[in-house]
């Protein structure tokens, strides 16, 4: 009966995990609770054994993880790093329990690396730290350039005029779009993870919310968040 009922504890919760999982690519939001229950899963993890094994990265994509959630939020005179926070060990449980997510970061840390090794004959890791920030640089003057596009291309496709053209665009795609996008992924939940860990609620002077009805991040808080971070959405 016990052997039976610790199963079925554990079934309990790999469903939920996997459908917090599965709602970030079905809804691209993560509500406080949930989040705190992968911190919760990942930490219990890390308690009894004294470390976290990755369940669906390899070693060498879990550095990479680790180390973008290093540079994302980076340490400061008031808290730790995402990756202090276990942002790298919330992505891969999330990713463990949905395939779509797994393929995102699978082909974006591999695209990375790649890119790396074009440029700077290196992977990403082991690469210098100013060719990492160069390389994320790089990432966020595309997202910013594809959002100009886009805008761009919905003028052409609004305006009577330019109807037949509608496939055309004012500018093309940027090389580095698909890695842009990844990176949007990959920053999204290492702010997530971050904000919604113990040392993100004390690194925004968070003081608990049995009192609330719903959590919401103080703007003044969310504005130092992106100064914080080198490489916040433009």
Do not use: C
Request: aromatic share 10%; net charge neutral.
């Amino acid at each position: 009966m016990s052997n039976q009922f610790v199963s079925l504890d554990s079934l309990d919760r790999r469903a939920a995990l996997r459908s917090i999982a599965l709602a970030i690519t079905a809804t691209g939001t993560l509500d406080l609770e949930a989040a705190q229950h992968v911190h919760t899963e990942t930490g219990g993890e890390k308690a009894k054994t004294g470390t976290y094994k990755p369940k669906e990265f390899t070693p060498g994509e879990f550095a990479l993880l680790g180390r973008l959630a290093e540079l994302i939020v980076p340490a400061d005179k008031i808290s730790g790093s995402a990756k202090d926070a276990g942002a790298s060990e919330f992505i891969d449980t999330l990713s463990s329990q949905n395939e779509t997510l797994a393929d995102i970061f699978h082909g974006g840390l591999a695209w990375l690396d790649a890119e790396m090794r074009q440029r700077y004959n290196t992977n990403f890791v082991a690469a210098k730290p100013d060719q990492q920030t160069a390389m994320l640089d790089l990432l966020v003057a595309a997202e910013r350039y594809e959002s100009e596009r886009r805008a761009e291309q919905l003028v052409y496709e609004k305006a009577p005029v330019y109807k037949e053209f509608s496939s055309y665009t004012v500018k093309r795609e940027h090389p580095q779009a698909v890695g842009a996008r990844f990176f949007d992924w990959v920053r999204k939940m290492t702010v997530d993870a971050f904000y919604t860990s113990p040392i993100g609620f004390k690194d925004l002077g968070y003081m608990g919310n049995k009192a609330l009805s719903k959590y919401e991040v103080p703007k003044e808080s969310m504005e130092y968040a992106l100064k914080r971070s080198p490489f916040a959405k433009g």
